[in-house]
């Protein structure tokens, strides 16, 4: 009966410690899960900034396309319009050539009138 009871205590002694690493099994799970749900929550908080970041970043990539876009058409319309300045200033130059021509052609032809060739 000795043996029995030595041995039933023996048995009840490991019964214990199992439960008691089991114990600290399922601890430590729990901590690990703890922490990892700690980590998913850091990351998934650090990505909805980034993402914010980014919606951010893109509006304001859009808005400035927008202003790029309105500053390109501005310089072409003011490219332009140098252009026809430049025009207008030759024309300009040519029509006073033009007119100078005109009025030596009419003296000439005045004072052809005067003589007669005939």
Known sequence: MKTIEKSLEEVKAE?????????TIIEEKNKLLT???????????????????????????????????QLAQWISKLE???VEGDAFTTLKKELERAQSEVASLQEELSSKKGRSYW
């Open 15 to 23: 019964l214990e410690q199992t439960q008691s690493d089991k114990q």
């Open 35 to 69: 922490d990892k749900n700690e980590e998913l929550r850091q990351r998934n908080e650090a990505f909805k900034v980034i993402s914010e970041r980014n919606t951010d970043l893109q509006s304001k990539l859009s808005q400035a396309s927008g202003e790029i876009d």
């Open 80 to 82: 332009s319009a140098s």
